[in-house]
């Protein structure tokens, strides 16, 4: 099953260093990490997707919690969360115009450039938002995507 | 010193090099083992001048990590290394990897080429954070002479407290001469390190519940009860319950090998008596033990009927392999007296007779064990081994060991009644490791007896050595069991690869010749009468003495799990009905 982990940090060079090697050295599942500092720069949020059986969840968050430099782990999967993640799609021009900005309309997605060869968007949504955004578009031939990877906050 | 430096020292200025030295004087550190080179020198200049805190300069750094181990085994004191930069540094991380997989506190200090020349793939310089972080328990690459003192001292409590294990300080050159006030701080601040100390009232209160209605139960002992120092309230615990004790490798001396209740080391080359109660008992109590594959066997015929209760200070361990029906995450000993103080005096009248089948079972199975080949021209190295335990009874001794045959006929066939008493390198198994260890453990006591038994093969690894205990004065008696064999590979390729003895034959020099190129003394055994009057002879050699014990190398060690079998499969000779 997939899992949502929220972690904080201290904010010193080499945790995050720290972090990947603990999930390749012990051959856990990284679907996507984010990393930025808080509101008090001492610290940073990493955001983690992975995946494993409780057992493998159970030990991952064990062993992030392990990590001198992590503060707090907390697995927020299944809890009161807001989850966003940005996406940025850069498609071919020369196809139908007026379909691309309708797809763009429906998702509130907005236009960050178009020129004579490609129009690029931008689009930010939870996972099934950005999964729906994503299929429509592909028929319309995607040149590049890139994803931010998710972050997520709780609401309580 | 001139005028100068004593108005900049009045001052409370220091250069890094010279915070270090404080630092560890702040610290307690009176012996530390190294070996210099370009970026440490400051260091080493200092060293120069220093009357309280004695180097030992070793021959390979590799050997000054197993040392300052060697020395926390026996002392529970961090040992301290310190090494330079690039092949100091890597020559080191074997060393660290082997006191994280064993948990020993250790604080090793690398060198590190000028900040400003990190990543320019300068002269000697190695990525050392990088290359040690998944095998210790923490490191620091410090960036600014200011926060020198403050990551020693973190340094020193990570090593130290909690799980014990090694932490690596890497300093840039340009720290150690940068210069700035000194002051030691008290206390260290780190939000993201909180051990568990205490377990928790009601799982003991349930596990003692478990423990009393138990008919058949078992203690296995681990490496945690050397690190908490719990061995007294184990053994009380034990006797008042009637509990009998396994004791993993790790866990060797924990309980005193010689008590009626002791069932010895357990595991994949353990006494027949303590696997087969692990594998038949009802309730396990497992203390300080990570559960690994050489002490389970195959996971899932584990102690299949047992209710088990895990105490451990690392929670990783806990569920990690076995998984626990009471877990309790603390400090043993804590968990051990809160244990003893719950005891109900009415349910311990109860529980011997409860428990007369089964111990009357373990009697039975005590008996079981694996026969010797008695003919053999050469000498055989299990009765060499009991020989040398023979010579040492009453003696203050240490004996450290390499890793191999010599090790298990060792940690299997002798009993040790104290911790800290027996040094092995058991997670990572390192070959090489005995010899340096046995160095560090008699610089902690000189006083003490201390015996390195080693096999050709692991001797061979760190043999350079010699020149450092010659060059000291440590009396160290190494006992080569010389077989010509890398004798644990030929015991495998004997049994699972058909006999081709592919690599396994092992020249190596003539020991007593070595011994003495290097100054210190060396004596060659081939009778088995003459055993014991060589170890006095050794011992009353005031410095090193090789003993070169010639012996057969036909033997394999017995009782053996092999690997993927669970534990109650345990085979007592050869299955394939060789020798």
């Not at chain 2, 601040?189 to 596990?207: C, V």
Request: contains cysteine; proline residues 4%.
């Amino acid at each position: 099953m997939r899992h949502t982990l929220s972690v904080l940090v201290q904010n010193e060079s080499g945790v995050l260093t720290k972090i990947s090697g603990l999930f390749s050295g012990r051959g856990f599942n990284i679907e996507s990490l984010t990393v930025a500092p808080t509101i008090d720069t001492d610290f940073s949020k990493v955001t983690i997707i992975t995946t494993g059986d409780d057992k493998i969840i159970e030990q991952i968050c064990k062993q992030l919690n392990r990590l001198i430099n992590v503060i707090k782990v907390i697995d927020v999967t299944g809890t009161n969360i807001a989850e966003r993640e940005l996406v940025l799609i850069k498609i071919s021009a020369k196809t139908d115009r007026s379909e691309i900005l309708n797809i763009a309309s429906m998702f509130n997605a907005k236009i960050v450039d178009f020129t004579k060869k490609y129009c690029t968007l931008e689009v930010m949504g939870d996972e099934k938002t950005v999964k729906s955004f994503v299929e429509l578009l592909k028929p319309l031939g995607i040149k590049e995507l890139v994803r931010s990877g998710k972050v997520a906050i709780s609401l309580d | 010193m001139t005028d100068k430096t004593l108005s900049v020292q009045k001052a409370g200025i220091r250069t890094g090099a010279q915070i270090f030295m404080e630092a560890l004087r702040k610290e307690g550190v009176k012996e530390i083992f190294g070996y210099p080179g370009g970026v440490i020198l400051s260091i080493y200049d200092e060293l120069y001048r220093c009357n309280d805190i004695k180097h030992f300069l070793v021959r390979h750094e590799q050997a000054a990590i197993h040392a300052a181990e060697g020395y926390a085994r026996v002392t529970g004191k961090p040992g301290v290394a310190l090494v330079t930069s690039g092949p100091g540094a890597c020559n080191a991380v074997t060393g660290i990897a082997n006191a994280y997989y064993d948990g020993y506190p250790i604080v090793v200090f690398t060198g590190q080429v000028d900040s400003r020349l990190i990543g320019n793939d300068a002269f000697q310089e190695a990525d050392i954070v990088g290359i040690t972080s998944p095998c210790c328990k923490h490191n620091f690459l410090v960036k600014n002479v200011k926060d020198l003192p403050r990551i020693i001292k973190e340094a020193f409590h990570i090593a130290s407290t909690g799980k014990p294990g090694p932490v690596v300080v890497d300093m840039p050159k340009d720290v150690l001469d940068g210069k700035t006030e000194f002051k030691y701080p008290e206390k260290v601040d780190l939000p993201g390190y909180n051990p568990t100390y205490t377990g928790h009232p009601l799982q003991i209160q349930k596990a003692l519940k478990y423990l009393y209605k138990a008919k058949a139960p078992v203690i296995i002992a681990g490496g945690g009860i050397i690190a908490s120092n719990a061995s007294n309230e184990l053994t009380k615990l034990a006797r008042s319950l009637h509990l009998p004790v396994a004791n993993t490798l790790m866990g060797t001396g924990t309980f005193p090998g010689e008590d009626e209740l002791s069932l010895g080391m357990m595991g994949m080359h353990g006494n027949y008596s303590a696997n087969m109660a692990v594998s038949h008992c009802d309730v396990l109590l497992a203390l300080g033990t990570r559960f690994s594959d050489r002490v389970t066997g195959k996971l899932e015929k584990f102690c299949p009927e047992a209710k088990i209760i895990h105490v451990d200070i690392d929670p990783c361990s806990i569920s990690k392999n076995v998984p626990v029906d009471i877990p309790i995450v603390g400090d043993v000993k804590n968990v051990l007296i809160d244990m003893i103080n719950e005891i109900d005096l009415n349910e311990v009248q109860k529980t011997l007779e409860k428990r007369e089948i089964w111990l009357n079972q373990l009697k039975k199975w005590r008996e079981v064990k694996p026969k010797l080949n008695i003919n053999n021209e050469k000498m055989l190295p299990q009765i060499v081994i009991q020989k040398i335990f023979e010579s040492i009874k009453g003696k203050d001794a240490v004996v450290t060991t390499e890793v191999g045959q010599h090790q298990m006929w060792a940690a299997n066939l002798c009993k040790f009644n104290e911790p800290r008493r027996f040094v092995t390198s058991g997670g990572l198994g390192t070959m090489g490791f005995g010899f340096p260890a046995a160095m560090g453990a008699q610089i902690a006591y000189p006083e003490r007896l201390v015996i390195d038994i080693t096999g050709d093969g692991s001797f061979q690894m760190n043999l350079q050595e010699l020149a450092t205990c010659v060059n000291y004065k440590l009396p160290v008696k190494i006992c080569v069991m010389n077989n010509g064999y890398l004798g644990m590979i030929k015991q495998l390729q004997d049994v699972l690869f058909n006999k081709n003895y592919s690599q396994c034959c092992i020249t190596g020099p003539d020991f007593v010749k070595l011994a003495e190129a290097y100054g210190a003394k060396g004596i060659r055994v081939t009778k088995e009468e003459d055993i014991i009057s060589a170890m006095h002879k050794a011992f009353e050699v005031d410095g090193p003495v090789i003993i070169d014990f010639v012996v057969a190398h036909e033997e394999d060690v017995y009782p053996w799990v092999l690997g993927g079998e669970p534990l109650h499969k345990i085979l007592l000779n050869n299955p394939t009905g060789g020798v």
